[in-house]
């Protein structure tokens, strides 16, 4: 009997590892296109920051300008695409918000950047 429970917590396991991974992709795919619409309305002329679509913190904003990006991101192009994003910000404040960010898991502090860890969601092997 307790190989059948054994069975389904494997099992139950590995579906929540795929739907973790699903949520994952689909995160960074809403930023990539959040931040699209931003420059598109930058590019416009539109104030992006005042439009009810983007009314994001700044908290916010930082953090989902490095969920859309590929790769790591340098503190002076993280500062570039809230720019772009119509805010105006100094580098001392972004800094405070990435330490916070890399304190609490959510992004890692690499050479010469940061690079998202992804979202918080529950491993598999822990649960």
Known sequence: MINVYEKAIREAKKQLKSANEAAEKLDRRRAKLRQAIVVL?????????????????????????????????????ILEGLHVSGYTVNARSVATIL??????????????G????GSVS??????
Do not use: M
């Open 122 to 127: 529950v491993d598999p092997d822990k649960a």
């Open 99 to 112: 330490s916070r960010f890399v304190r609490i898991r959510q992004l890692r502090k690499e050479s010469n």
């Open 114 to 117: 940061y690079r998202w860890r």
């Open 41 to 77: 309305q930058s590019l416009a002329g539109e104030n992006a920051v005042d439009r009810p679509e983007n009314n994001r913190s700044l908290t916010e904003a930082t953090l989902e300008i490095i969920q859309a990006a590929d790769g790591k991101l340098t503190t002076s192009e």
